[in-house]
């Protein structure tokens, strides 16, 4: 089943990102550009899944039109046990929303110069993982408690760039990785940053052969996908959603394949399977713009790592490929929403995955 959610120009502006709550709505925060010639400003949306509409809209902060986007922190993650939302837009604090109405509740503050870059809240462990790049410390992990906002643990992460919506955190909350790319003209490549958190905690570097769109932890493994250009080659289209394993740091380059498409750019995690974006498009040197060729949603079981299906998209859907996005529901329903950050295709599409692969 692909339902789509609502275009652009109805649901608050160009979606940044999205999450699903146990209560069949999807959440997601928009940008509304030159609200009056002169501002912009993030919306905050809810999407009833039954009633297919849009029920409630939520106005942040104004920005001023020249300002650009902050792109290192504009997303937002969901609190299930105590019906929040828990959102970053200015890079200085996060602010937890009800979602019943979508009103504002608390905000965790951040110390003037310090930027938060992302951040991944664990209700289990009763913790909430900031990533945060300060003025004297560089890059720093801190682990606050998700209740009260009081700092546990901080760890100084070896790196001096961390990438935006880059931090994965395991469901004991004793391990979170992040990453940094490292564009080369020659070849790039990405790094990936393992954090633990224990009596003695550290970081520990993992050098991939790619630049890295992604990460998703699943068990014991963590999940990444590339973030390089797409294009016909042979090379490129036998690209595969990659497995580092947490234990022994092994990465198995071949975890999840398409062949003849190859997987990029973005993937989700729904309880017993894993979604990618597979396509590929071409790039002109004379225009500077991409055109998008092929672009399709695939989906693999969990643990067979068998392709179970896929879902094709419309030719319009990767005009900024390398921008797209899919957000999957984690309370049993398997249902996966897709959209593009860069507005390169106007729809958020939910797709119910037993109606994907019944389909197939």
């Known amino acids: 089943m692909l339902i789509p959610v609502g275009r652009t120009t109805s649901s608050g502006g160009v979606?940044?990102?999205?999450?699903?709550?146990?209560r069949d709505q999807i959440i997601t925060l928009g940008t509304t550009i030159e609200l009056d010639g002169k501002h912009w400003q993030y919306r905050l949306n809810q999407w009833d899944i039954q009633k297919r509409a849009w029920v409630r809209h939520t106005a942040l902060e104004a920005h001023a039109s020249q300002q650009k986007l902050p792109k290192e922190c504009a997303r937002i993650g969901y609190l299930p046990r105590v019906s929040e939302v828990l959102a970053c837009t200015d890079n200085h604090n996060l602010t937890f929303f009800g979602v019943e109405k979508l009103d504002k509740e608390r905000t965790q503050e951040f110390s003037s110069g310090e930027q938060v870059l992302d951040f991944a809240p664990n209700e289990n462990m009763?913790?909430?993982?900031?990533?945060?790049?300060?003025?004297?410390?560089?890059?720093?992990?801190?682990?606050?408690?998700?209740?009260?906002?009081?700092?546990?643990?901080e760890i100084e992460v070896p790196t001096s760039e961390i990438n935006s919506r880059s931090l994965a955190v395991a469901?004991?909350?004793t391990t979170a990785a992040t990453f940094a790319n490292l564009y080369r003209r020659t070849k790039s490549s990405g790094e990936i940053i393992i954090c633990r958190f224990n009596q003695h905690s550290f970081c520990k570097k993992v050098i991939t052969d790619t630049?890295?769109?992604?990460?998703?932890?699943s068990d014991d493994s963590l999940l990444f996908v590339s973030s390089a250009f797409a294009d016909r080659r042979s090379s490129s289209r036998a690209t595969c959603i990659q497995s580092l394993s947490l234990s022994t740091l092994q990465i198995d380059a071949h975890a999840y394949c398409r062949p003849g498409f190859g997987v990029h750019y973005a993937i989700a995690i729904s309880n017993n399977f894993v979604i990618g974006y597979s396509g590929?498009?071409?790039?002109?040197?004379?225009?500077?713009?991409t055109k998008a060729l092929v672009g399709s949603l695939s989906v693999w079981g969990r643990t067979s790592r068998k392709l179970l299906a896929v879902a094709n998209l419309t030719e319009n859907s990767?005009?900024?490929q390398n921008s797209s996005k899919i957000v999957a529901e984690g309370f049993g329903k398997d249902k996966f929403l897709f959209f593009n950050v860069l507005g390169g295709f106007p729809d958020l599409l939910l797709y119910d995955l037993h109606d994907v692969i019944a389909n197939n």
Do not use: C, M
């Not at 979606?15 to 146990?22: G, I, Q, S, Y």
């Not at 498009?281 to 004379?286: A, L, N």
């Open 126 to 153: 009763n913790a909430l993982y900031v990533v945060v790049a300060t003025a004297r410390r560089g890059i720093v992990l801190r682990r606050y408690q998700l209740n009260s906002g009081k700092l546990d643990q």
């Open 211 to 217: 630049p890295i769109s992604q990460l998703s932890v």
């Open 171 to 173: 469901a004991d909350g």
């Open 280 to 289: 590929y498009g071409t790039y002109s040197s004379f225009t500077e713009n």
């Open 318 to 320: 990767g005009v900024h």
């Open 15 to 22: 979606p940044l990102d999205a999450v699903f709550t146990n």
